[in-house]
């Protein structure tokens, strides 16, 4: 099957390997993977700024470069969340009317195009520890992401997954919420952090880098010794 695959803006800019692993995870699932290397932003950050108009040129940008009529794997629940759920919002009516149409049918996160689609849960993966998936905002209430990504670390060998009480709440981050909000948004991402702490794993799993880079800044100040991994990274793993 040949896909067309999107990496988030903050996968690109603070931790491109990811990029890499996605790439490598979906070939060893059969796929072959196009990455348009013009490709920036789904329009997200716009969006949810209020700033519609410079999200609907962000958007039509990424409707130009993919090709609606493959499956378009994202590496997050919140690009691909705003493509599902968003676009009919910015293009609704519009000439691009059909084009995000059919796309929205065919954009899934990298979890959800694995178990959903292709039917594939056992990548051979090997990973060391003790971990948490984390679930996101966007994620469950977005995209219905939940068992998808269980399903595919349970199958990976030496990883052991923990669950806590307090998985269905936010991290903090939000977007600019974390900006327009600071204090509240450190605030709920220490309570992720003791909660991590109080479990006594060590790696963080989650299907949004977004997510793990604002837990990773709070950490980071508290002094606390986290590995944060996007699901990709522990898919692609062979230790």
Not at 35 to 49: H, K, M, P, V
């Amino acid at each position: 099957m040949k896909i067309d695959l999107f990496i988030p803006c903050f996968i690109d800019q603070f931790n491109p390997q990811t990029g890499f692993n996605m790439v490598k995870v979906l070939e060893k699932a059969g796929c072959q993977v196009n990455y348009n290397i013009e490709q920036t932003c789904c329009g997200l950050s716009a969006f949810n700024a209020g700033k519609w108009y410079e999200a609907r040129q962000v958007s039509e940008k990424l409707l130009n470069e993919i090709t609606p009529d493959r499956n378009l794997v994202c590496g997050g629940t919140a690009c691909a969340g705003m493509i599902r759920n968003s676009y009919d919002l910015l293009f609704q009516n519009s000439s691009y009317h059909n084009k995000f149409r059919q796309l929205q049918k065919r954009t899934f996160e990298l979890s959800e195009f694995l178990v959903d689609v292709i039917k594939v849960e056992n990548l051979g993966a090997k990973f060391s520890g003790k971990a948490i998936f984390m679930d996101t905002c966007t994620g469950l209430n977005g995209c219905h992401v939940k068992a998808q990504p269980r399903i595919l670390l349970e199958q990976v060998e030496g990883l052991e997954l923990v669950e806590i009480n307090i998985q269905n709440e936010c991290c903090g981050f939000g977007g600019s919420f974390a900006i327009t909000n600071p204090d509240l948004s450190v605030h709920m991402g220490n309570k992720k952090l003791d909660s991590f702490k109080e479990a006594g794993v060590q790696n963080i799993i989650s299907t949004d880098y977004s997510c793990l880079i604002h837990l990773k800044s709070i950490a980071n100040v508290k002094g606390l010794s986290f590995n944060f991994l996007h699901i990709a990274d522990v898919l692609a793993s062979s230790n």
